[in-house]
């Protein structure tokens, strides 16, 4: 197709690009719509395929002419990008165009669109970039707690003898809020509300309060709130509450025994066994976040240091997408999903304008990364991929084989290929950029803003 085209950059990672298809080509394509009208249109007093043309052009020129245009329109834009590979439009940017052409058989066809394209980054300059480096050591008390998180979820629970409330009991109760003439405020009441003493989870806080208290016996507990507690409806408040104990029960721990390893796992003969797989699997899982940590640091100091802005419709997909996960976590649709929040007194917008900063991080980080490794060429061979296969193996106990055929779909292939880019093109980083150390963190913290 004879054309010529010309990109012109705009703000926001958005380009305009007009088209002007010659007149031999404007006059091709109006003939072969124009004849496939002859063809199949239907017209009383015609037999089909025998229609005069000036009686169709007549009758449906403005139809014939339009489709002429979206013909031609398609085929441009089939062969402008079939090559084309720096001005593309993105998937879900769709051009848009702000005025139809006007179809002359006689002239050239001229029409402009614009659209969004993938950002244009060039980082090169890594001067002042430090990368602090936590420093983990996962020590004897982090093995001896996650034991203890072991026990207690194998640990069976039983009814306290003495039933006696103590820190760490599991309680059952029942409660109700009481106003000022001492009377139960409607509505309060809850029956049979089981929680953990020295957790924290019940709405009045009243984990101390109820310490020391008996099975069946029953209190009214005052108390006062300070002015900046967490939950608003409480701040400042001064609460009475009745209290009845209706059970006092307790965590049974397993002993931590050959015969508690065995039971947690097959593969473990010894207790010495299972502390050693664990320790190895907490490292493991300490240097994976510390790794994690690292890469977010220096992204969001190479996006500090490299302005560029979001295209609009890039950020839209990704909020669009947010909203969609978030419907499938509670199991209902967008579009239900919208409705909840209405009822909760949210909306949707404000929701989304929340989102809207993390998201631009997000992605600009994804972009700077996705420009560096195609700037400079990183790919990875058939026998790093082998490789990869090979350590995935041995950090997950699983075979080799096992772990190929997990990455037999093409779209899992494709992630463990882009994972091996990335990983590539951070060890080339980390020996251009400084890289020093962070500060001391217990494996407790490391994870503890972990989202």
Not at 245 to 255: F, G, Q, S, T, W
Request: with cysteine.
């Amino acid at each position: 197709m004879k054309l010529k085209k010309e990109f012109k950059s705009l703000e926001k990672s958005a380009v305009e690009l007009t088209v002007t298809i010659e007149k031999a080509e404007v006059e091709s394509a109006y003939k072969s719509t124009l004849a496939n009208y002859v063809k199949h249109a239907q017209i009383p007093g015609f037999r089909k395929g025998h229609v005069p043309q000036n009686v169709l052009e007549r009758k449906y020129g403005d139809s014939i002419k339009a489709d002429t245009i979206g013909t031609l329109i398609d085929q441009s834009f089939d062969e402008i990008f079939k090559e084309e590979t720096e001005n593309r439009p993105l998937p879900y940017s769709q051009p848009v165009m702000d005025k139809a052409p006007e179809l002359d058989i006689t002239k050239e066809l001229t029409y402009t669109v614009h659209y969004d394209v993938f950002p244009k980054v060039t980082v090169k300059d890594f001067s002042g970039v430090n990368v602090k480096e936590p420093q983990v050591t996962v020590s004897d008390d982090d093995l001896a707690e996650e034991l203890k998180s072991m026990q207690e979820r194998n640990a069976m629970v039983i009814e306290k003898k003495d039933a006696t409330v103590a820190k760490d009991d599991i309680v059952t109760i029942n409660y109700s809020e009481l106003g000022e003439d001492g009377n139960v405020i409607a509505g309060s009441e809850r029956s049979d509300f089981v929680f953990t003493v020295g957790s924290g989870e019940n709405i009045y806080k009243i984990d101390d309060e109820i310490i020391g208290m008996k099975k069946d016996e029953t209190k009214d507990i005052t108390k006062k709130y300070k002015k900046d507690d967490a939950d608003p409806e409480l701040a400042g408040q001064t609460k009475k509450i009745r209290v009845t104990i209706k059970a006092v029960k307790i965590r049974d721990l397993p002993a931590l025994d050959d015969d508690f390893a065995q039971d947690c796992n097959e593969k473990y003969k010894t207790l010495a066994d299972m502390k050693a797989d664990i320790k190895k699997n907490m490292e493991l899982a300490a240097s994976r976040r510390v790794k994690e940590m690292k890469n977010n640091s220096l992204l969001e100091q190479l996006v500090e240091k490299n302005k560029f802005d979001i295209p609009a419709s890039m950020l839209q997909a990704e909020l669009d997408g947010r909203w969609r996960m978030m419907a499938q976590q509670f199991q209902t649709t967008p579009e239900q999903l919208d409705k909840m929040i209405a009822a909760s007194g949210q909306t949707k917008e404000a929701m989304l304008e929340q989102w809207t900063g993390d998201s631009e991080k997000m992605l600009k980080s994804r972009i700077i990364v996705d420009c560096l490794i195609r700037d400079r060429n990183i790919s990875v061979t058939p026998e790093e991929i082998e490789a990869q296969y090979a350590k995935i193996a041995e950090e997950g106990g699983m075979t080799v084989e096992e772990v190929k055929k997990h990455y037999e779909d093409p779209r899992a292939k494709e992630y463990l290929i882009d994972d091996a880019k990335e990983n590539k093109l951070y060890d080339e980083i980390y020996k251009e950029v400084k890289v020093s150390k962070g500060d001391k963190m217990s494996f407790k913290d490391l994870f503890s803003n972990v989202q």
